[in-house]
Structure formats: C-alpha cells, structure tokens
C-alpha cells in the first residue's frame, strides 16, 4: 500500500516536474485537432455513388431526379470556375477587399481577448477596492470600444462591399453571355435559345436576379463565418489554458465534442426545408404573377373562384409546410439552448473553478481580487470559445447551403457557355427518333452572308427535333416581295426563325444579310420600357436617332403615315412614359411597330401577320409606303388584301410539302374563290344525301306512286 502511495506521489512529482513540456504537447495536440475537425466539416464528400453531379446537370434532363447537391469534390471545382470570376487577380478590388475583411477579423479577435483581460481586472479592482485603478480600467474600457464599434462596423460593411463585388462580376459576365454578340466559333442571341431551345434552365430572369445575389452574399459571409471561428477557438483557448491548464481545456473539448455529436443528430435538416420553402413561396408568386398577366381573360371568363382557389390551395401547401419547419424549429431551439447554454455553461463554471479550488503547478497562491480577476477573464473567454465552437460546428450548414446556390449559378454558367457552342439539351418528339429525322437533326447546314436570301435544301426543325419540312429551297432578291401562306402551324413563322439565327440550320445552305438588314413585325409587337419617342426608335437611343440626322419632327411625320399622330399631344409628348403594351390598343401597337419599319428602314422587313388588327385602309397606305422607301417584303398573313403588295408566293401544304412560285395574283384570287365555292358546296353534301335518303323512304312507303 505504501509503496503504491510513494508511486503515485512519484509520478505526481514527474508529471508536476515535466508539466510545462506536458502543456505543450497537450496544446499542440488540441490545435491539431481544431484544424482536423474544421478540416473534416468542410472537405469534400463523396458523391453518392460515385456519380459526377456534373454530369447529372450537363445531359439531359428529362425524367430524371434534380441532382443533389453535396459539399463534394464537384463542389469545390464549381467553387474554384466561380472564384475564378469573381477574384479574377490579386491586384483587383476584391482580393483587396478580402485582405481588409481578414485583417479586421484578426483585430476583432485580438479586441476580444484584451477586452477578456480587462473585463477580469476591473471586477478584481473591484473586490480589492481599488478605486483609482477601477477608474483606469473604465478609462480604458471606454477607449477599447472605440476601436472595437469602429471595427464591426467596418466588418460588416466590408463584407457587404464584398458581396456586392462578387454579384457585380458575376452579374457582368453573365450578361455579357446572356445577351452578348454571336462572334467566331460562338452563337449570340442566348437570352433566347436559352428558354427556346433548352430545357434545363426554366427562369433565367430568377437565377440571374435573386439567385446570383444569395450566392454573393453566402460567400462572402462563409469566409468569416469560416476562418474567423477557427482561429477564435484556438487563440481563446489557447489563452484560457495558459490559466486552468490545457488537461482542463482536453476534459472540456470531449465533453463538447460528445454533446455537439447528440446536437448534429437531433439536427433536422433545415437546409432541404429552406429549398423547399423557397420552392413553395416561387410557385405561389407564380400563380399571383399569372392573374395580373391573364386578368383580362380571366375577368372575361368570371374566373375568379376558380383563381382564388388554385391561389388558396398554393398559400396553404406553403403555410402547412412552414408550420411544419415551425414546429422542428420549436424542439430544435430547447435542444439547442439546453445543451449550448445551459450544459456547456456548467462545464465553463467547473473549469472556471479550477484555478480557485486546485493550485496548478507551477503557479503562484493568489488574492481574492486575482482569483476574481481569473475567473472573470476565463469565462469571458470560454463563452466566446464556445460560441466560435457552435460555429465551426455549423460551419458545415452554411457550406451546404453555399453548395446548394454556387450549383445553381454554376448551372446557369454552365447552360450558357453549351448554348454558345451551340449544344443543346431538350426533349425531342417521338418522331425525330425515325432513321431518317434523327439523320436530319444530326446534321449541321452552312450560313453564308449574301445581299439576295437563298435557302438551298434546308430541312426546318423545331427546337424538339419535329422535322417540318424535310428541305427548302427559294430564293428572294431585294425588291421582289415573298408571301408566305399555309396552314396553322405548317412552319411559317419557323422559316423566320430560322432566318434570323434564332434556330440552328440543320442542313443545306442558308444565305442571307445580316441580322441588321431585317425588322420584324410580329402580330403583338415588342414595346420596350420607355418613352414614346423610344417605342418608334427602338432599339436606337435618342443619340443615336440625333446621329442619323432624325428629330422628333421626322418621327411625326412617320406617325402620320401610320395615322397616329394625334398620340404624342394626347400622351403629354414624346418623353411621355408608360406600360405602353396596357396603354396602346392592339391596332395601334401595330402601327408603332410599323412606324418602327418606317424609322429603321431596312433591306427586308418581316411582317408575320402584322397587319392584322389595322383597318384595311390603313393597311394598304403602309404596305405601299414601306415598298417605295425600297424595303423587301416576307408577309405571313391570311388576308388576301395584302396579296397585291408581293411578287412571289410560298406555299406550304401543312403535311412536309411546299411550292414557290411567282405569284399571279388575279389567278391566285380566281383560284382561291373557286376553292371557297368547292368547299361551300362539299359542306353542302352530307344534308343534301339525308334530304335524298328521306326522299327515298317517302317514295318506297308510297310504293312509288308520289299521287
Ligand atoms: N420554341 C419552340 N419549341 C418547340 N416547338 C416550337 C417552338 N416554336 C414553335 N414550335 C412548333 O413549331 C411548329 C411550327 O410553328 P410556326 O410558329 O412556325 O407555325 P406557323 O406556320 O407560323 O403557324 P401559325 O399560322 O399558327 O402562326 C408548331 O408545331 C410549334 O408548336
């Protein structure tokens, strides 16, 4: 039993002998371990199975599950493309801005720990009944927080600058692919291929807007929801240990690191309800947004309790399921509070004791007032702790929801950049699987510029592979006017879409002018936000009308060839701004697109029904106007008062067949009215049989005899 009791008080005097050397090895290995779990928080996952996510994203589309997104290794590389945008150099803005951010971080910290020390020694001049001593510490305090205000506010606002230099970037170079030029090796005009052609992304306008500027934020707040953490765990604890020794500091990191584990599982996953949420709340906007677009038809219709439904039956899916998170929350906060506060607090009050109940070796005996003092400063220091500690812990949330909208600008990047190079990923029909569509759409035809536009054996193919017309072939020159006729739906309007590069060329030879030598009038005409002088110009800007050598007295002019100059008195002038589309009747939006043509005028004009809500009057004096300023014609229409205007005619037949001849017009209309009048009369024939069927039973009941 002695020889037991001398051991231990042997290896008592060892260890208090080679306790500094002890404190050192106990220290190295927490700060190894602090770095070990950050480290572990915020590495890659393996994706699950293995599969590359970027893969998922980047083929098609259909009937398959959203990708999950995962802090993994495809994570990261979307991370290093973006950081790439937003960071493009050590000697920009943000890499500046990053520097003062962790600069003023390290001095927050440095605030915090000389605030803990200050804290303690003005609670033991206190106790010692120092008065004069307590009157310095409050001197100080005061000063101290001159600094320590001055930096938090220059934190967040840092930060904030931060977040609004990543969006920029981002927002720059996603405009400058969204609506960039079409230049060699690479297509323009993405804002619409995008939704036209592409099915994997359905609200460009959501992503750029709203999507961008969480993923701007979210990263610039993870750097310091990140770095910040770890380096307060180990400068405060370091410190602390320095008093109740590092063996209390290991005791208390197990113990934390046992209740954080209870904590992360009784964790829900509040990162899918928050997508969800978001998902809900984007749906019921939605539908709001589709009542003001449609309130027109749907006041027409009384659709009003079937809208207030759908509407209700939105905002109640969204409220059952934020009451749902409400309640996870509810337990989640006593979970949370019991343990962090209240657990972790008794923990921080033993290991606060320690240096009053034990004498640690190697320290001296001290007063009331330096017992005070220590456990002031310790605990200061263990709440902080304890707090940056909560924060590493959840640092793995804030990755994830960092991942889950770097995924989504990521997709967008990603999207554009195949759309530029022309790849395309949408549902195609059934038919385009037939050996000979799918050669079609396999195939690729060349453009080539020219004055005349020439289609030589070009197949017209929807963007969901419906081959239309296996191949074309016409040819109009500058003054001879093409009329483009056929049923609904037969590729009319898809000729032109064609023409103006919005879909690719699948074959043959296209040549045509440049995408500047055409206007197109559509039946509901693009009015852009604006004045009225903007809505004739458009897309010009009073400068560049200025250059032209145009004045607001010109475009007058051009408004009274279309009948409407009485518009700018009655608007309140030329600089008169509205939501010209609700202020303008259908007709009269017509006309501003037609005194557009008349502004611009261009080689060709592409009028696709364009006339169809205008007075025929009116209709003819702008017809024949647009040809005496020298503008070539490509009318779809079925009004056959336009047919005078045109040289030639297309036809096609709705079933894959087209003719293109010179058009007669005389012998289109006697033709035309010979085929009304054959239609008439076949609509005629089934009455007229059961009139004869009737009159035969008359006849066969009366045994022939009609006496
Ligand atoms: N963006 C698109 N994506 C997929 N298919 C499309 C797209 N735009 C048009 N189509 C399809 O292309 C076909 C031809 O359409 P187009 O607009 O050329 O017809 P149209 O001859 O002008 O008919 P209408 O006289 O009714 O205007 C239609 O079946 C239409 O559904």
């Not at 590092?246 to 599982?265: C, P, Y």
């Not at 209240?342 to 070796?361: D, E, H, K, N, Y």
Request: glycine residues 8%; charged residues 20%; proline residues 4%.
């Amino acid at each position: 039993m002695a020889v037991s009791q001398k051991r231990i008080a042997d290896l008592a005097r060892a260890y208090a002998t080679h306790r500094p050397l002890v404190q050192r090895g106990l220290m190295t290995g927490f700060v190894l371990y602090v770095f070990l779990a950050s480290y572990k928080g915020i590495a890659a996952r393996p994706s699950p199975k293995g599969k590359d996510l970027d893969n998922a994203t980047s083929t098609s589309g259909r009937e398959k599950k959203p990708p999950r997104v995962a802090v993994d290794a495809v994570f990261y590389n979307r991370l290093k493309t973006i950081l790439r945008i937003v960071i493009p150099g050590i000697w920009t803005k943000e890499a500046l801005l990053l520097l003062m951010h962790s600069t003023l971080l390290v001095f927050r910290t440095a605030i915090s720990l000389y605030v803990a020390a200050l804290d303690g020694k003005i609670v033991a001049s206190l106790v010692r009944g120092q008065s004069l001593q307590f009157f310095l510490n409050i001197i100080r305090w005061l000063l101290v927080a001159i600094p320590a205000t001055w930096t938090n506010s220059w934190l967040s606002y840092v930060q904030n600058k931060l977040a609004i230099a990543y969006r920029t970037r981002l927002t720059r170079e996603v405009l400058k692919q969204y609506l960039g030029e079409e230049v060699e090796g690479s297509e323009g005009k993405v804002y619409y291929k995008l939704s036209n052609l592409d099915d994997r992304i359905k609200n460009p306008d959501q992503m750029i807007t709203h999507d961008i500027q969480r993923f701007s934020a979210h990263l610039a707040a993870i750097y310091a929801n990140l770095a910040k953490p770890i380096l307060d765990v180990i400068l405060y604890n370091y410190q602390l240990a320095q008093s109740v020794g590092a063996e209390a500091l290991i005791v208390l990191t197990v113990l934390i690191q046992a209740s954080s584990s209870l904590l992360r599982a009784l964790t829900p996953s509040f990162g899918t309800y928050t997508a969800q949420s978001a998902a809900l709340a984007g749906s019921l906007r939605h539908g709001h947004s589709r009542l003001v677009e449609f309130a027109e038809e749907v006041a027409f219709f009384g659709g009003e309790e079937t809208e207030r439904e759908l509407l209700e039956k939105e905002y109640f899916t969204l409220v059952q399921h934020e009451e749902k998170v409400m309640n996870k929350r509810w337990w989640y906060a006593c979970a949370e509070e019991g343990i962090i506060k209240w657990l972790w607090g008794s923990f921080g009050l033993v290991v606060c004791a320690i240096p009053v109940f034990f004498r640690l070796p190697g320290t001296t005996d001290i007063d009331l007032g330096g017992r005070t003092e220590a456990f002031v400063t310790n605990r200061r220091l263990l709440l902080s702790s304890s707090d940056a500690i909560g924060r590493v812990m959840y640092s793995y949330k804030d990755l994830a929801e960092l991942a889950g909208h770097t995924s989504r600008v990521s997709l967008l990047l990603d999207t554009m950049s195949d759309v530029r190079k022309g790849k395309f990923d949408k549902a195609l029909v059934n038919s385009a699987t037939t050996a000979e569509n799918s050669k079609i759409l396999s195939g690729r035809g060349q453009v080539f510029l020219s004055e005349d536009i020439e289609f030589e054996n070009v197949p017209i193919v929807t963007p969901n592979g419906d081959v239309l017309l296996k191949s074309l072939t016409f040819n109009v020159k500058p003054g001879e006017h093409l009329l483009i006729v056929g049923p609904n739906g037969s590729g009319k309007s898809s000729l032109f879409r064609i023409l103006g590069g919005l879909w690719p060329v699948y074959g043959g030879i296209v040549r045509k002018p440049p995408a500047s030598d055409f206007l197109l009038i559509p039946q509901r005409p693009y009015l852009s936000l604006g004045t009225l002088r903007d809505q004739v110009i458009y897309p010009h800007s009073k400068e560049q009308m200025r250059d032209r050598g145009v004045w607001d007295a010109d475009l007058l002019s051009v408004l009274s060839v279309v009948q409407m100059d009485g518009i700018v008195e009655r608007e309140g002038g030329w600089g008169a701004t509205r939501e010209w589309r609700e202020t303008l009747s259908g007709g009269d939006q017509q006309k501003i697109a037609w005194a557009r043509l008349f502004y611009h005028r261009p080689k060709y004009a592409i009028l696709d029904e364009a006339t169809s809500l205008v007075p025929l009057d009116v209709e003819g004096k702008m017809m024949e106007h647009a040809t005496t300023l020298g503008i070539t014609l490509l009318t779809v229409s079925h009004r056959s008062s336009l047919w005078k205007y045109h040289t030639h005619i297309l036809q096609f037949d709705g079933q894959g067949g087209y003719t293109f001849t010179n058009l007669d017009v005389e012998k289109h209309l006697a033709l035309q009215e010979e085929k009304l009048e054959l239609e008439t009369k076949l609509m005629a024939v089934p009455k007229l049989k059961a009139r004869l069927a009737e009159l035969r039973l008359y006849v066969e009941a009366r045994g022939g005899n009609l006496q």
